[in-house]
């Protein structure tokens, strides 16, 4: 969906992120993975065209990313920042809702169909038992699925979340991966997220790509990782893989020698 080549963004006369040729595919969860100012964030707003790189092409679906009008990819694309937007005086059902803009503008009349993709955006974000709730009035677990249920009701393909769970308490961080993997395996939308957790990157993720400096240090699987270094160098710290207790899958953990 996405594919990015010779890509450059500067900031202050020096690059901070170089990207000779990434790609996106659809129906997949990527995970972005990296320390802070590894240029993750940058990333992410590339694609969600809220910064324009100094060289390099951006596609979508095979047309130049600045070829789309900010309705027509509106209709391909969600991104949800990582600090969330101030929702004042909005009930959940009425933030939902405005995910449906790119589908019908500003004085739109809401169609039996687009109240039937909000009910749908809350039921499977289970938002629905609080939808005449004051968003800011929420938990940030609450408010999180809000906000995603309106990306949802965007109907676009392909969803971009910086950090979404990193306000939320464990319960809610595996909810909501559960939630974007889903949206992957039955809706068939393409996800591209930023974690720093590496045990809910693995876990989840379809493909990983690792940032460092501003570069691509990997850009791969998650099993490919389980016996080489690529992490451990990624994060300069002794890194290995062991079975999960029931065996499902592997856990990162810091290497003993590290501790001692």
């Known amino acids: 969906m996405y594919k990015m080549t010779d890509l450059r963004v500067s900031a202050n006369d020096r690059t901070i992120l170089a990207v000779d040729e990434l790609s996106l595919g659809e129906n997949t969860l990527t995970v972005i993975l990296g320390h802070n100012g590894s240029g993750k964030s940058t990333l992410m707003k590339v694609l969600a065209r809220q910064?324009?790189?100094?060289?390099g092409t951006v596609t979508l679906a095979g047309k130049p990313l600045t070829g789309y009008s900010q309705k027509q990819l509106a209709r391909q694309v969600a991104f949800l920042q990582q600090h969330l937007p101030d929702a004042t005086g909005l009930t959940v059902r009425e933030l939902v809702a405005l995910g449906r803009f790119p589908w019908r503008g500003i004085f739109g009349q809401k169609t039996v169909a687009d109240q039937r993709v909000i009910d749908t955006a809350m039921r499977d974000t289970h938002t629905d038992h609080y939808a005449s709730h004051i968003?800011?009035?929420?938990?940030?677990?609450?408010?999180?699925?809000a906000?995603?249920?309106?990306?949802?009701?965007?109907?676009?393909p392909m969803l971009l979340l910086d950090e979404p769970v990193s306000a939320l308490d464990?319960?809610?961080q595996y909810e909501v991966m559960t939630l974007l993997k889903n949206l992957c395996m039955k809706k068939q939308r393409?996800?591209?997220v930023i974690l720093h957790d590496i045990n809910l990157a693995v876990r989840y993720a379809d493909h990983i790509i690792g940032l460092k400096q501003g570069q691509i240090a990997f850009n791969c699987q998650p099993d490919q990782l389980?016996?080489?270094s690529r992490l451990s160098q990624l994060?300069?710290?002794d890194l290995e893989f062991i079975d999960s207790p029931k065996g499902f899958h592997k856990i990162a953990v810091v290497a003993e020698s590290t501790l001692e």
């Open 51 to 55: 910064v324009i790189p100094a060289t």
């Open 135 to 145: 968003v800011d009035q929420l938990s940030g677990g609450e408010r999180q699925r």
């Open 147 to 156: 906000w995603i249920a309106m990306l949802l009701a965007q109907q676009s």
């Open 170 to 172: 464990l319960a809610h």
């Open 190 to 192: 393409g996800v591209a």
């Open 226 to 228: 389980f016996s080489d």
């Open 235 to 237: 994060y300069g710290l």
